[in-house]
């Protein structure tokens, strides 16, 4: 039974909106007592400048629709972000001294470009990034004192990432799917003043090996990196002046499993372990070849590092805890104290984990929230982003606002998620929204068979790729559904690509295999277009204008296909890229889907 809509200015649901979230940091190389991490303590998320010793957090960057991503120099004097224009994600990186605030173009006579990587080596000889455009994929590693041309140019049509550089530049290693051709990645190691291929990884067809990088100690070569030939991510050193190649003695640990980062002085690597979408830290010793589990907080942990003085900061938070930044004992994991708080516990209900089976016999894990009496409950199903991601328990202020209005949440891990092993990560390759849809009907099933979930009272939702999956499961399976709220989605995946960043287009080749020109009847097939006329629940569209990942165009089609079919579709436009970083505009999207569930729900 549904609980009175509160939409009023003093509603609980507001504040944890309001709650401040540190979702990323990093320290100096060189300056350990400088940072920059991102939060949204001021109500946008923000890069700041951050003074490590006092915790005091200096605003880098004022941009009205936010900014996250940014990458501090070595001697901590600068901060990197890439400059764009209302969220579109397309535009330069700018360097912006700490202390003056000055911003400096770094790369001028470029075109604009789409980016995701940005790095300096930890002596801060060089730095490098990832330029996509219409022409392909460029890694540039330049001299940081020198400037002028670039020291290493590599260009692929392939999607490509890098540079990851060795302790003062010498080397830099690129990810690339040259080989693969779809999402799987190859390693290649350059010599950055020759240009010379010093060698290159590739596990063979159907496998993946990720970069993760360098030792932090000058003259080590030493690289690692993450392989899942064996079914589950694995981690391994690779000596890329040797071509060595050194297995991590770990299989005992379930799951997949992750390097973080090195010590300072090399022979340590934190790991992080991920089994049924739950995490859990270990340490590995390189001379004893010994790994150890840490004796860490629960909770869930996004991101950790090894500081210079051999602890570890790691970002934890939970389903009623914000995330933040702990230091735990760098050798045993315990609590040793709160370096960056965000906000209090904001209270609210904590998830279990749930398997249930697919139409195809694979098992699905799921996080299953339910709110305070009996059931049945009015329901929500969620649909992560990605598709190359997990939902675990994290602080999320959307599903707790569906629980305080009598509302049970389902955030399903379908197939195509990361941690559940290669098999089950590859499976939708070359053929979307389908396994991913077959999930998403059996796990409405299990709701309804366990009676948890009121079976006229469905509602199902995501943003990005979990948007698109909204849209082509209320086209694939229309009975079972009250009504759909997507956000930024995808509606038609030829016309996206034609409007896309590179970096996108890049990585929707390496999904489908191939251009939409090259699979016509894969992308046709895989887009919720295709499946408008079956529709019959009330959709609530919600997208950005200068979103460069799902682009405007592609989803007007949509918009005026189901209106002329006569569909039931509210459309919310605002102004920013893929999503909202403002607490004001992500309350306001909140209070919109809220209103449109209580409406089509009566």
């Not at 991102?38 to 915790?55: H, I, R």
């Not at 709110?371 to 982003?385: D, M, Q, S």
Request: hydrophobic share 35%.
């Amino acid at each position: 039974m549904l609980k009175p809509l509160n939409v009023s200015a003093d509603a609980p649901w507001r504040e944890r909106f309001e709650a401040a979230r540190i979702i990323s940091s990093e320290i100096a190389t060189r300056n350990p007592n400088r940072g920059v991490v991102t939060t949204n303590k001021d109500g946008v998320y923000q890069l700041y400048a951050w003074d490590v010793p006092t915790g005091e957090l200096t605003q880098m960057t004022d941009y009205p629709t936010g900014k996250r991503g940014g990458f501090i120099s070595a001697d901590g004097e600068r901060i990197y972000y890439l400059h764009d224009q209302g969220g579109d994600e397309i535009g330069h990186y700018h360097a912006k001294t700490i202390n003056t605030g000055e911003a400096v173009d770094i790369s001028p006579d470029m075109p604009p470009y789409a980016s995701h990587y940005f790095t300096e080596c930890f002596s801060g000889n060089y730095y490098g990034f990832q330029v996509a455009n219409q022409y392909g994929f460029f890694i540039y590693v330049i001299d940081n004192v020198k400037g002028g041309e670039p020291l290493f140019r590599y260009e692929s049509q392939a999607l490509s990432l890098g540079p990851l550089l060795s302790y003062d530049g010498e080397i830099a290693v690129i990810a690339t799917t040259e080989k693969a051709k779809t999402l799987h990645y190859n390693l290649e190691a350059y010599d950055v003043k020759t240009g010379e291929k010093l060698g290159e990884l590739w596990d063979g067809e159907g496998t993946s090996i990720q970069p993760i990088g360098f030792a932090r100690r000058a003259a080590d070569m030493r690289f690692l990196a993450i392989s899942n030939a064996t079914g589950y991510n694995r981690p391994f050193i690779w000596n890329t002046r040797t071509n060595e190649r050194t297995e991590l003695p770990i299989d005992e640990l379930e799951g997949d499993v992750t390097a973080w980062d090195w010590s300072e002085d090399g022979q340590y690597i934190l790991l992080r372990q991920m089994y049924m979408a739950e995490n859990k830290l270990w340490l590995y010793n390189t001379q004893t070849k010994e790994v150890t589990a840490l004796n860490h907080p629960s909770g869930t942990y996004s991101h950790a590092y090894f500081t210079p003085q051999g602890t570890i900061y790691a970002h934890i938070s939970d389903a009623t805890n914000p995330e933040r930044i702990i230091e735990l004992g760098g050798l045993t994991g315990e609590l040793k104290g709160v370096v960056l708080d965000a906000s209090k516990d904001q209270g609210g209900i904590r998830p279990r984990s749930v398997t249930f089976t697919s139409a195809n016999g694979v098992p699905i894990q799921a996080w299953l929230y339910t709110p305070e009496g009996e059931g049945p409950f009015p329901t929500i199903v969620h649909t992560h982003g990605g598709p190359t991601a997990v939902t675990t328990e994290n602080f999320s202020p959307d599903t707790q606002t569906w629980l305080d209005h009598g509302f049970a949440f389902f955030s399903i891990n379908y197939q195509g998620s990361v941690t559940f092993g290669k098999d089950f990560q590859d499976a939708i390759i070359g053929n979307l929204g389908d396994l991913e849809v077959q999930d998403i009907e059996a796990g409405a099933h299990w709701l309804i068979d366990q009676g948890i979930a009121d079976p006229d009272m469905l509602l199902i939702t995501g943003r990005s790729y979990g948007g698109y999956l909204t849209l082509q499961t209320v086209g694939k399976v229309p009975d079972l559904w009250a009504g759909g709220m997507a956000g930024v989605a995808i509606a038609d995946w030829a016309l996206m690509y034609e409007d896309q960043a590179e970096t996108l287009r890049g990585y929707q080749r390496a999904l489908f295999g191939g251009t939409p020109q090259e699979k016509p009847e894969a992308h046709q097939k895989s887009s919720p277009i295709t499946y408008a006329e079956r529709v019959k629940a009330p959709l609530l569209i919600i997208q950005g204008r200068n979103d460069t990942r799902c682009p405007e165009r592609q989803m007007l089609k949509y918009l005026d296909k189901m209106d002329g079919l006569g569909k039931q579709v509210d459309v919310d436009w605002y102004e920013a890229g893929h999503a909202s970083m403002a607490t004001d505009e992500q309350i306001r999207q909140m209070e919109l889907m809220l209103r449109f569930a209580y409406r089509v729900l009566g």
